[in-house]
């Protein structure tokens, strides 16, 4: 089990990404949330099996048909707060 934080910049919100993350993450079994920031950008966060939360991260760093997704922030999430499911934020 391994816990990943992804900070996703350039077009990233209006575009369906958080409810794609959402139905992914429930399909692959992965906790966590995705959340749209006030700057713009797309923070999500992963908890699961290693092959489900490394699936999760490389659509991110595409994201969906009308995303344009420019740069990406990669580290590991370190809180010990205990996510159950995913949740849109």
Known sequence: M???KIIVSGI?????????LFVMA???????YAKNLPDGKLKAVF???????????????????FANVRKYE?????SKQEIKGFKMQ
């Open 47 to 65: 908890i699961g099996k290693k092959e489900n939360v490394n699936k999760m991260l490389d659509f991110c760093k595409k994201g969906p048909l």
């Open 2 to 4: 391994i816990k990943k």
């Open 74 to 78: 990669i580290s590991d999430f370190n």
């Open 26 to 32: 429930n399909s692959l079994s992965v906790n966590g």
């Open 12 to 20: 990233v919100q209006g575009v369906t990404f958080r409810k794609h």
